[in-house]
Nanobody
Framework: QVQLVESGGGLVQPGGSLRLSCAAS????????MGWYRQAPRKERELVAR???????NYADSVNGRFSISRDNAKNTVDLQMNSLKPDDTAVYYC????????WGQGTQVTVST
């Protein structure tokens, strides 16, 4: 199946920003609605943002207004711009289709703390 590789995570102070990137192997990326997910310790994985093949996006209430998802179908990438980060945003962030139908990648750790 398609291999998904997330990058861009790190340690950031509350109120700061990070941009995550997801790269997908193959040339079928443009055929799928894509999403960003996150999983915090002792919590279930949750969908935080999704973007359609045409570029329409929506967000979980917890991140709406602070996060922005985008995609570049030619490059097989989907990004997540995260602004005004809060400690509750601390989690491992993953990308996948909205279904989700592919194996999960390793994710990228985002830690929001002073």
């Amino acid at each position: 199946q398609v291999q998904l590789v997330e990058s861009g995570g790190g340690l950031v102070q509350p109120g700061g920003s990070l941009r995550l990137s997801c790269a997908a192997s193959g040339s079928i990326f443009s055929s799928y609605v894509m999403g960003w997910y996150r999983q915090a310790p002792r919590k279930e994985r949750e969908l935080v943002a999704r973007i359609t093949t045409g570029g329409y996006s929506n967000y979980a209430d917890s991140v709406n207004g602070r996060f922005s998802i985008s995609r570049d179908n030619a490059k097989n990438t989907v990004d997540l711009q995260m602004n005004s980060l809060k400690p509750d945003d601390t989690a491992v962030y993953y990308c996948n289709t909205y279904d989700p139908r592919f194996n999960w990648g390793q994710g990228t750790q985002v830690t929001v703390s002073t």
